[in-house]
């Protein structure tokens, strides 16, 4: 008979990714985001990141109302249903296989209304960019999408598509490894880019970058 009671997850820091819900206060709003870590892994939990991505917005230092707006990586959507809150049209994405997930989530945290204009639609990094508009929105929001290596050309050159000279990118990251550093490297080369925000306890960067003028030889 074991002596120690089975624990399903003894890190207490990785528990919350086991409750079936997180809930928040953001925009004058109480949000309930289902989670549900065994079916669909990453993208069914609510990362810090996405927290502080939320709390930076709610600040105000970004103007939203009435911005084209665009979520890469928006798993449970939380970013996406706040932006959308505060004013912007957001178009909230992910891979195919989260978007049944994250459209409940948006549902149930959205009335529909015409203010609150919103889609969720499938991007994966890299593929079919033409469904989308190149340089066509003001603002791109990423939370915790920096972490698989392998990813890093296909995002570059989702950002580049997406992104005209006057679009802003917001990236909450974790940076957990060396690598997370070498995609800011790699952005660096096609965008400025600057750090606007540290969450000491969460520990979560939050960049900002916006693409370099493209180089016109004489
Ligand atoms: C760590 S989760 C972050 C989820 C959410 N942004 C948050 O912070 O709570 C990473 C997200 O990136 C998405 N993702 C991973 N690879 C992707 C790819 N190649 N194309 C599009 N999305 C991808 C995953 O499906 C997942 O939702």
Avoid at 5 to 26: C, D, G, I, T, W
Avoid at 76 to 85: E, K, P, R, S
Avoid at 127 to 138: C, Q
Avoid at 155 to 161: G, N, P
Wanted: proline share 5%; charged share 25%; glycine share 6%.
């Amino acid at each position: 008979m074991a002596l120690v009671p089975y624990v399903q997850n003894p890190l207490p820091v990785l528990s919350k990714f086991h409750n079936s819900s997180a809930e928040f206060r953001f925009a004058n709003r109480d949000l309930r985001l289902t989670q549900d870590w065994k079916k669909l892994g990453v993208a069914a939990v609510v990362w810090d990141a996405a927290v502080v991505m939320c709390m930076y917005l709610e600040l105000g230092k970004v103007e939203l109302k009435g911005k084209r707006v665009i979520e890469l990586g928006a798993g449970t959507g939380l970013v996406g249903i706040v932006a959308a809150l505060l004013g912007a049209h957001v178009t909230i994405t992910d891979r195919e296989p989260a978007l049944d997930f994250l459209s409940a989530n948006v549902e149930a945290n959205l009335t529909p209304a015409p203010q609150q204009p919103v889609v969720v639609s499938e991007l994966t990094w890299g593929v079919a960019l033409e469904r989308y508009p190149a340089g066509g929105f003001d603002l791109v929001l990423g939370a915790d999408i920096i972490y698989l290596e392998d990813t890093f050309p296909s995002l570059i050159r989702t950002l580049e598509h997406l992104c005209s000279d006057a679009t802003a990118v917001l990236l909450a990251c974790k940076i957990r490894y060396e690598r997370d550093t070498n995609f800011l490297s790699m952005l660096k080369r096609g965008f400025h880019v600057e750090e606007v925000h540290y969450d000491q306890e969460r520990d979560i960067h939050l960049y900002r970058a916006r693409k370099l003028p493209t180089r016109r030889d004489l």
